[in-house]
């Protein structure tokens, strides 16, 4: 069985396409990557990865995200038509771009002198900031994808 054929079998299964599945996969990475980073900074945080942009992320955080985003190797690691090392780039594509993502959704907040955009989630840095890992994660990982895959 190859990729497409498990992906679209998993899909049927859960009443998702194909291309929906793979949506999920990029969003659940994306998000493994944001919790492990959020944590990894607390925890470990010193140095400041980008002070004027964004004053609490750090560098252990940032490395953490990375790491955090080859976590669901794991459960992942045996799909059909992807090399281990084709899904291992993938993932860390996915994590970085993410982070990538946040900071420049932080950049633009600086910019406009906005905490929190919009503020319907007060002290979480806005609806904004629940997404702006999406922005850069997706595209990334469609081009990874056709690239890898065409």
Not at 56 to 84: E, H, N, R
Not at 95 to 119: T, W, Y
């Amino acid at each position: 069985m190859n990729r497409k054929d498990l992906v679209e079998t998993i899909a049927q299964q859960a009443g998702l396409s194909a291309a929906q599945a793979d949506a999920a996969l990029t969003a659940f990475v994306a998000g493994v990557t944001d919790a492990v980073a959020s944590g990894g900074g607390r925890l470990l945080g010193r140095r400041r990865l980008a002070p004027t942009i964004s004053p609490g992320k750090t560098i252990a955080g940032f490395v953490s995200g990375l790491v955090g985003g080859l976590l669901p190797m794991v459960l992942y690691s045996q799909l059909p038509g992807w090399s281990f090392v084709e899904l291992a780039g993938l993932f860390f594509l996915v994590a970085a771009s993410s982070q990538l993502g946040d900071l420049v959704e932080s950049a633009i907040k600086r910019d406009l002198g906005v905490k929190d955009a919009p503020a319907l989630i007060p002290g979480h840095g806005g609806l904004l900031d629940r997404f702006d890992s999406y922005f850069f994660a997706f595209p990334v990982a469609f081009i990874y994808t056709v690239f890898l895959k065409s």
